[in-house]
């Protein structure tokens, strides 16, 4: 693919609208930082890939969890759960391919293509939660019927509770996003 990732935060429903409610700016600031961190880890040598996995892992584990915890079970009750179900679902994979990057050092022969997998699989999940679920989101608020100022406000304050604990211990800590038991019922 020769397209980078990052030009979509640019375009369409990627971009950070005046008028998007604090939850949705919350959620595509960070989708903004994975696309560029996707982006990066194309041409970078070894060395710096490591890292970029590394950060990519920690930033894409607290967003998932934020989701999860905070704005999917809002948004099951406003807009419907297959949409999010769907997400659910893929936050699965992500986190599977995750665990596995993990546990490796960064020398091994797929590596790298665990990390481009990572990110051909993540870019698809945001973009469509940028075009599709956000959407809704965004017309759920405009209705009154979702309040997405107060999830926004929510989501950063777990997000940064998050950061904390992962700065405080190395660990993430005990999180109450969708274990595998719920998704395989999904």
Avoid: W
């Amino acid at each position: 693919m020769s397209d980078k990732y990052g030009a979509r935060n640019n375009q369409g429903h990627h971009v950070i609208a005046k008028d998007d409610p604090m939850a949705l700016k919350v959620l595509k600031e960070e989708h903004h930082i994975f696309r560029g961190l996707f982006d990066e880890a194309r041409d970078a040598n070894s060395h710096r890939l490591v890292a970029i996995a590394r950060e990519l892992c920690m930033r894409l584990t607290i967003h998932m969890t934020i989701e999860e915890e905070i704005l999917y079970p809002a948004l099951k009750t406003t807009i419907g759960p297959d949409e999010v179900n769907e997400g659910i679902v893929e936050h699965q994979s992500g986190k599977i391919m995750i665990a596995e990057l993990e546990q490796l050092d960064g020398d091994e022969e797929l590596f790298s293509s665990k990390v481009h997998v990572l990110g051909e699989e993540t870019v698809h999940h945001i973009d469509e939660e940028d075009e599709d679920l956000f959407e809704e989101a965004k017309e759920a608020h405009a209705k009154g019927k979702l309040d997405l100022d107060a999830i926004g406000e929510q989501l950063r304050a777990r997000q940064q509770e998050l950061y904390d604990q992962i700065v405080a211990t190395g660990e993430i800590g005990k999180t109450r996003e969708a274990d595998a038991e719920e998704v395989a019922q999904v």
